[in-house]
């Protein structure tokens, strides 16, 4: 069995040092925002090329964190792609705001950058860009948009570490970059870990008060905030894998190259741009008849995701928002769409069989 992914494989070179760290880690006592969570802030931020970096307990909260700083009206607009993961759209909802739903672009899967402008109004306060899959969005036009109306720009960055447009990283476009170090990330925790990234000297103040039950000081509460403070251990656990991303993006990159090239183009390959850098945090192709290939992947030892199977405006949840409305080019993704196995833990040989099955797959 080629499984879609596995963790423990991933993790398993950095066993002794993660044992060798965990001993004086234990050893200090001290097990919240510590040196740990201090000292990956620093290496994050400047690995970004930023300012600051503050560590927050996951990716939704990086989100609802990054909103917040924001102090936008209670009510506010806020554009976000309708073919994201749900945790985009429920962080501003979260944040106390309403979330207007752009369609993607059928060729990158990102918010499509020409229909941002027709959906804002008087309201909009913020755009919400989300690089999806490790590619990033085209940020040239939609930063000329944000000027244009006065729109602060959040980067959900949970997908794109690394990942560079023109020459830039992800997250860096933005005032905030929201960042999730969930395990199956391409820099990945051992658990729910998070982080956000701003040049502005404010909002890290801010940001930091909040992840702390809004306290600067023990025992003194100046705003109202959660507990979301990046966990010292998995700060710890981050600090030692971030010298290795560049190793874990080449090599999902080299995996995705065999994919581009000896996949059938019968199946829909990930679009490749002139001056972008993708990271490929899931490799997804698009097929009409996706469930069908994915059992006779199953049936073939290869397993497979979809990233997503249910559209967030479907999702019971969200009905109060979206009953009734359509997004076409969202529910075309949603519904063709079909994440292949490219992980670190992945050989070459495996992805060239996986390659094999595909192109036997009959219509």
Known sequence: MIPYDNLGKVNAGFKVLFQQQFASFLDRGWYILGDEVNAFEQVFAAHNDTNFCIGVANGLDALVLSLQVLNLPKGSEIIVPANTYIASIISIIHAGHIPVLVEPDIQTYNIDPYKIEEAI???????????LYGKCCEMDRIGEIASKYGLPIIEDCAQAHDATYRGRKAGTFGVLGAFSFYPSKNLGALGDAGAIITNDAQYMGLLKQLRNYGSHNKYYNDVIGLNSR????????LKIKLPYLEAITAHKRKLATLYREGLDDRFIKPVVQKDQEDVYHIFNIRYPERDRLKAYLYEH???????????????????????????PISEEIHATTLSLPCSFCHTESEILRVIEVVNEFEN
């Open 121 to 131: 109004t008087s309201k909009t306060k913020a755009i919400m860009v989300v690089h």
């Open 230 to 237: 990046l966990d010292e251990l998995q700060a710890l656990f």
């Open 301 to 327: 030892g290869i397993g497979t995701e979809i990233h997503y199977p249910v559209a967030p405006y479907h999702q019971k949840a969200l009905q109060p928002w979206y009953n009734g409305r359509q997004f």
